[in-house]
């Protein structure tokens, strides 16, 4: 925090700049977000367990789950569990990321540490299986649950987190305009390992350009005739 960032009160301290008629933000609603490539809607076991329990089966060796928690999936029966315990989550709402070309369920995205008195949300349990890694349905999905974060719900700060030794997690959060923060150290335990965690954020003010970037980006004329993106989004930044 800069000069210009703070004011002194009446004691001549040192604060931070007022916040004039704030007023809590609203929790996320459960309804879906949707674009040309993607949909997001709320995670729902019977609709999409299935459907992730395929795409994910594609990554044969289990990268994708090396830096979380829970996973891999030996069976649909576990994966089921697990869906079925994310839709009974409390302090998450998990979101299934729905492919527009095939209309299914290909990735997973959750609001997490949700803070409507600050105006504080995370995207957590981010998971792109390999049908989803690497295509517009992936950005799209993203630039869907940061328009709802600032525009329909107001808060202030989105946050993305990861391990700090997820490298593909570090530079997707660069690439989508989050702002690296620092590293927490010796954060949790993972699998039985120590993990330091990378903090990144996005603020309100930031959102204007980060929109005008993505939606650039996602416009029909960024892509030729195979697919392709013509410009890469950090360039349009």
């Not at 290909?106 to 995207?123: C, D, K, S």
């Not at 005008?212 to 030729?224: G, I, K």
Request: net charge positive.
């Amino acid at each position: 925090m800069n000069d210009s960032e703070t004011q002194r009160n009446h004691l001549g301290q040192p604060v931070g700049l007022p916040v004039p008629d704030w007023t809590p933000r609203p929790m996320p609603p459960r309804t879906p977000m949707s674009g040309r490539f993607a949909r997001v809607e709320p995670l729902d076991f019977e609709r999409h367990a299935a459907e992730l329990f395929e795409a994910n089966a594609d990554d044969r060796e289990g990268r994708n789950w090396t830096y979380y928690n829970y996973g891999p999936f030996a069976t649909l029966a576990d994966y089921r569990k697990w869906v079925d315990s994310s839709c009974a989550d409390q302090t998450r709402l998990f979101h299934a990321i729905i492919d527009q070309a095939s209309g299914k369920a290909v990735g997973v995205g959750a609001y997490a540490n949700i803070q409507p008195a600050h105006g504080t949300i995370e995207v957590g349990a981010l998971n792109f299986s390999p049908r989803l890694q690497r295509q517009p349905a992936a950005t799209e999905a993203m630039y869907l649950m940061m328009r709802r974060v600032f525009e329909e719900l107001g808060y202030r700060r989105y946050e993305w987190k990861c391990d700090s030794l997820n490298a593909p997690s570090r530079r997707a959060a660069e690439r989508f305009g989050f702002t690296y923060e620092g590293i927490f150290r010796q954060h949790m335990i993972v699998k039985g390992r120590s993990r330091d965690t990378a903090y990144f954020s996005m603020l309100d003010s930031e959102w204007p350009a980060r929109k005008a970037a993505f939606e650039r980006w996602l416009a029909p004329e960024n892509f030729d005739s195979n697919g392709r993106q013509k410009q890469r989004l950090s360039a349009l930044r």
